[in-house]
């Protein structure tokens, strides 16, 4: 049974700094791997899809890695800022795609 | 653009009482749809998913049902709410079950007392 494991559950850092979020799973076997936002009492909001054969995706401050063989998803996020302040969460997808299975997620908080 | 919406946004209801949850998707035809919840503490569960009208599988045996009466509709039900179903529920679609993003919606905090 696939598991996913998000470490730190919860992280604080001052503006400006860069940071990485880890995101681990247990059954290499996925078809892709996707990293999402969620703001308090909100949906959930699609930040980067990486699929199995790939190694990185970015968008902007984002910088998505997976290491399919040793089951590890970073995502890495430059030059913080207050506004990046909610709840990354790491999900990966089984093989026939209809079903994601998500990690706990990182609460982050950005201090001014 | 596609835009997906859910009613109602909160919802308070009591133990025993009927669910009905809907969510429907514009600008796409065909979406695969999906409900999930979330639950205090506990990650999101995928709950059903579907690939085409009157299509619904479900992944955990539970006290909710599905129904997708159009392309772009789907609905979440139950006929007796129990107090475990309290949670945020989140529909989702995609084009391609596999190779695409899934995007999800505002989503539902269920609230059963």
């Known amino acids: 049974k696939q598991e996913v494991t998000q470490i730190p559950a919860a992280l604080s850092v001052p503006e400006g700094e860069n940071l990485v979020l880890n995101c681990s799973f247990t059954d290499s076997a996925i078809y892709n791997l996707q990293w999402f936002r969620q703001d308090p009492g909100k949906g959930l909001t699609s930040l980067l899809l990486?699929?199995?054969?790939?190694r990185e995706q970015t968008s902007g401050r984002l910088n998505a890695s997976l290491d399919k063989s040793s089951g590890r998803s970073t995502l890495y996020i430059a030059a913080s800022q207050p506004g990046d302040s909610a709840t990354y969460l790491c999900?990966?997808?089984?093989?026939?795609?209809?079903?994601?299975?998500f990690g706990k997620g990182t609460t982050l908080s950005v201090s001014s | 653009s596609q835009t997906i919406h859910q009613w109602p946004a909160t919802l308070v209801q009591p133990v025993g009482s009927p669910l009905s949850l809907e969510c429907t998707v514009e600008g796409t035809s065909n979406p695969n749809l999906y409900w999930y919840r979330q639950a205090a503490g506990r990650g999101l569960q995928l709950l059903f998913y579907s690939v085409g009208i009157g299509q619904i599988s479900s992944e955990v045996p539970q006290n909710l049902s599905a129904s997708r009466p159009q392309d772009r509709q789907f609905i979440l039900s139950s006929k007796k709410l129990l107090l475990s179903d309290s949670g945020f529920y989140l529909c989702?679609?995609?084009?391609?079950?596999?190779?695409?993003?899934?995007?999800f919606g505002p989503g539902t905090r269920l609230t059963v007392l």
């Open positions: 999900a990966v997808s089984n093989q026939a795609g209809t079903a994601l299975i």
């Open positions: 989702a679609w995609s084009v391609e079950p596999s190779r695409d993003s899934k995007f």
């Open positions: 990486i699929q199995s054969s790939q």
